[in-house]
């Protein structure tokens, strides 16, 4: 598989060293100084390309990707409120965007849990959810697109539940809110922390990442999946690479 690499920081290099253990060709490394190597030959024959970056860059690199017909597996957050026209973008040029806000197959098993958790939770309303996500200082938006992602599955399965915000300071929510508090501390790589409580007791589930690597490998793993399966179109996601 060959691979191009748009973000060449400690994640770039982390999916880096797994594409290389696993046999494949990098092709290209796109970062802030070198955006002209977009239209290189070298990106140009690129089977995927991997891309994490920021916010306020993902949306053009998917455009020159695109543009390019070159397919893409794209980890980064703080976005998603241009999905339309990205989900336009990718119907203009038949394109693949193989997007997760979070890659890791642990965190994405935890998200099933606490949806299938959520599901029970309508029964029982004495309890009520809460969450906590803690990351490194680097990281720019918040809540974390894993926090939100969690959120939004709680929110489709318990009807209790009507949508997510950040506490004002005040520690007071709204019963039918889940409030999402974040921390930045110096190089945690991610921990997410979901709290039901009742009146007598608390049910508390946390993932709590070691290092960037389950993050990377995952990514790498949908590329290989992408590169497999050339027919998918559209905006995919971590259920065509976990279906259960």
């Not at 046999?23 to 990106?43: L, W």
């Amino acid at each position: 598989m060959k691979v191009a690499l748009i973000g060449y920081g400690k994640m770039g290099r982390a999916i880096e060293r797994f594409l290389l253990e696993r046999g494949h060709e990098i092709t290209c490394r796109i970062d802030a100084d070198n955006r002209a190597d977009f239209a290189s030959e070298a990106f140009c024959r690129s089977d995927v390309a991997i891309e994490f970056t920021c916010p306020a860059a993902a949306v053009e690199n998917y455009r020159e990707s695109l543009s390019r017909g070159v397919r893409l597996v794209s980890g980064t957050t703080g976005w998603t409120a241009r999905r339309d026209e990205v989900e336009s973008m990718l119907a203009e040029c038949g394109g693949t965007l193989f997007w997760s806000s979070n890659f890791s197959i642990g965190v994405n098993l935890f998200m099933r849990v606490n949806a299938y958790l959520a599901g029970l939770m309508k029964d029982f309303p004495q309890y009520r959810p809460a969450m906590k996500e803690i990351h490194h200082v680097h990281k720019l938006d918040h809540p974390s697109g894993t926090a939100i992602s969690i959120a939004e599955e709680i929110i489709k399965a318990d009807p209790l539940i009507t949508g997510w915000e950040e506490p004002d300071g005040t520690g007071e929510t709204a019963m039918d809110m889940l409030p999402i508090e974040h921390e930045r501390e110096g190089e945690v790589p991610g921990t997410h922390i979901v709290a039901w409580t009742s009146p007598v007791d608390c049910i508390t589930m946390e993932h709590r990442a070691f290092s960037r690597d389950g993050f990377a490998l995952g990514a790498v793993l949908a590329a290989e999946w992408v590169a497999a399966h050339p027919g998918r179109r559209g905006l995919l996601g971590m259920e065509c690479l976990m279906p259960i």
